[in-house]
């Protein structure tokens, strides 16, 4: 089972969830009606934390499963923690100013491209194990002279 991981796809869902709300608020208070999505900068801001945590979920949560399946539910929990962390610093700098948003977008996005590094690293093992042994296979049968029940 992997506890740690659910737990930490609840975190970032309610960090979403809460960057939706601040949109709202956020729309109400500087008069922005829906659909538009500009306007006053300060709701443009908000709006983009939103839009940008939206955008890299696709890439966050698969990766962060992949890794708890194939790796550790608890290091993916901690990655999906951290990934979490540098989303609520992003939050905090972009709401304030756009120059301050830096810290917590790398933070976001070197989470996730560990999560894809070590994914890919594990289906690059998995694809060398299935054609070495393959490979392995194929000598055998050869030297022994012995061939695969049909």
Same mark, same amino acid.
């Given at each position: 089972?992997?506890?740690?991981?659910?737990?930490?796809?609840?975190?970032?869902? $309610?960090?979403?969830?809460?960057?939706?709300?601040?949109?709202?608020?956020?729309?109400?208070?500087?008069?922005?009606?829906?659909?538009?999505?500009?306007?006053?900068?300060?709701?443009?801001?908000?709006?983009? =934390?939103?839009?940008?945590?939206?955008?890299? $979920?696709?890439?966050?949560?698969?990766?962060?499963?992949?890794?708890?399946?194939?790796?550790?539910?608890?290091?993916?929990?901690?990655?999906?923690?951290?990934?979490?962390? #540098?989303? =609520?610093?992003? $939050?905090?700098?972009?709401?304030?100013?756009?120059?301050?948003?830096?810290?917590?977008?790398?933070? #976001? $996005?070197?989470?996730?491209?560990?999560?894809?590094?070590?994914?890919?690293?594990?289906?690059?093992?998995?694809?060398?194990?299935?054609?070495?042994?393959? =490979?392995?296979?194929?000598?055998?049968?050869?030297?022994? #002279?012995?061939?695969?029940?049909?």
């Amino acid at each position: 089972m992997f506890h740690y991981t659910t737990i930490a796809t609840l975190l970032a869902l $309610m960090f979403y969830f809460y960057t939706s709300v601040l949109v709202a608020r956020a729309r109400m208070l500087y008069g922005v009606k829906a659909p538009a999505i500009s306007g006053h900068p300060d709701f443009e801001r908000v709006f983009r =934390v939103q839009a940008n945590t939206l955008e890299w $979920m696709p890439i966050f949560l698969p990766s962060l499963w992949l890794f708890a399946y194939y790796l550790s539910d608890t290091f993916a929990a901690a990655f999906g923690a951290l990934w979490v962390i #540098g989303r =609520v610093i992003y $939050m905090i700098g972009y709401s304030e100013a756009a120059e301050r948003r830096g810290a917590g977008f790398a933070e #976001g $996005m070197t989470m996730s491209s560990q999560f894809l590094v070590q994914v890919t690293g594990v289906g690059v093992t998995a694809l060398w194990s299935g054609v070495a042994t393959w =490979v392995l296979l194929k000598v055998l049968a050869v030297v022994t #002279g012995l061939r695969p029940a049909r």
